[in-house]
């Protein structure tokens, strides 16, 4: 079946500095999501990308998605406390909307 | 906004029990869907529902059934709970393939 591999599985770093996140799917997605994970929280979406090639930002945030399709980015721009959570991948796949997560990039930021 | 109840958050169970995890919506979403997390290896797919009374297995559902009688609710049910089911259990929304809504979660033990 379709897997998702995401990394690194931990990241530490500095406050200011950045942050990048990589997913790689084995087979061709129709879209990928990205979701962050507060500590104690649930998955919240941040963003979908559908297009080969696209690129998305949300102010420090940006996304990337790969012309083949079966890969993504996720970097962050000078990173803030508020940053920290774990931030998945899913890519969609069949009908019905079905994701099949990364395993997940716990971020921690040391002010 | 979207809303996704999960019945509890913190359940503790004996091995052998029978196990019933409630999740409501209240957005008339017709694609239901059951998800652990484990550390390191991010959100697995127990089962889906995408109607009343229909339900697809997902990539790990050895020792779980479903039951949707009603759109809204989708319950997961652990036959005869054992250790290796100690997990964080995720009850998500997907509204026609685009983001999924995440209930808080259920972190369940079984001892």
């Known amino acids: 079946g379709q897997q998702v591999m995401q990394i690194p599985q931990y990241q530490h770093v500095q406050e200011g500095e950045d942050f990048t996140t990589y997913c790689n799917s084995s087979?061709?997605?129709?879209?990928i999501q990205w979701y962050k994970q507060r500590p104690g929280g649930h998955p919240v979406f941040l963003i979908q990308?559908?297009?080969?090639?696209e690129v998305k930002k949300q102010k420090r945030l940006t996304f990337q998605f790969g012309e083949a399709k079966k890969n993504s980015s996720l970097h962050i721009t000078a990173t803030q406390t508020t940053d920290v959570g774990t931030y998945f991948c899913?890519?969609?796949?069949?009908?019905?909307?079905?994701?099949?997560f990364g395993q997940g990039t716990i971020l921690t930021v040391h002010p | 906004d979207v809303k996704v109840t999960q019945s509890s958050r913190y359940l503790v169970k004996r091995t052998g029990e029978k196990v019933f995890l409630e999740c409501v919506q209240d957005?008339?979403?017709?694609?239901m869907f059951w998800y652990r997390q484990d550390p390191g290896l991010g959100l697995r797919l127990i089962y889906f529902?995408?109607?009343?009374?229909?339900?697809e297995k997902g990539d790990i559902p050895e020792g779980y059934s479903v039951s949707r009688e009603k759109k809204e609710r989708f319950s997961l049910i652990l036959e005869s709970a054992s250790t290796n089911q100690t997990s964080m259990y995720l009850c998500?929304?997907?509204?026609?393939?685009?983001?999924?809504?995440f209930g808080q979660g259920t972190r369940l033990t079984v001892v």
């Open positions: 899913a890519g969609s796949r069949g009908s019905y909307g079905k994701l099949t």
């Open positions: 957005m008339d979403h017709e694609n």
């Open positions: 990308l559908v297009k080969s090639g």
């Open positions: 998500a929304t997907i509204y026609r393939g685009t983001e999924a809504f």
């Open positions: 087979t061709t997605l129709s879209n």
């Open positions: 529902s995408y109607d009343v009374k229909m339900k």
